[in-house]
Nanobody, 126 residues
Framework: QVQLVESGGGLVQAGGSLRLSCAAS????????IGWYRQVPGKQRELVAA???????YYADSVKGRFTISRDNAKNTVYLQMNSLKPEDTAVYYC????????????????????WGQGTQVTVSS
């Protein structure tokens, strides 16, 4: 089992920055990738970024050049640095972990993710 806890969300003005953290515990050795998803009410959950155990990264087109995903293996933590935030980035952000499926890239389908955090709210005001 893997437990994921997100932190770092909050309220920020457009153009500002936030850094989200996803701390993993439990059977972290089994994790093949961690992704950040976001969801707004009434819309499907959207994959924002992901990082694999091999260091590959994936970014959605909507965040390329603004968001950076990174990890600290010693702390079992994955970060999402979000710069140049826009009001449309407002959402609940979830981190999720893939443990039972392997891909050579960092891209996984939503159904491939086995564990999910509780989410953290990010609100960007205009």
């Amino acid at each position: 089992q893997v437990q994921l806890v997100e932190s770092g969300g909050g309220l920020v003005q457009a153009g500002g920055s936030l850094r989200l953290s996803c701390a993993a515990s439990g059977s972290t050795f089994s994790i093949n990738a961690i992704g950040w998803y976001r969801q707004v009410p009434g819309k499907q959950r959207e994959l924002v970024a992901a990082i694999s155990s091999g260091g590959y990264r994936y970014y959605a087109d909507s965040v390329k050049g603004r968001f950076t995903i990174s990890r600290d293996n010693a702390k079992n933590t994955v970060y999402l640095q979000m710069n140049s935030l826009k009001p449309e980035d407002t959402a609940v952000y979830y981190c999720a972990a893939v443990a039972n499926y392997y891909s050579a890239s960092a891209y996984y389908r939503e159904n491939d993710y086995d564990y999910w955090g509780q989410g953290t709210q990010v609100t960007v005001s205009s």
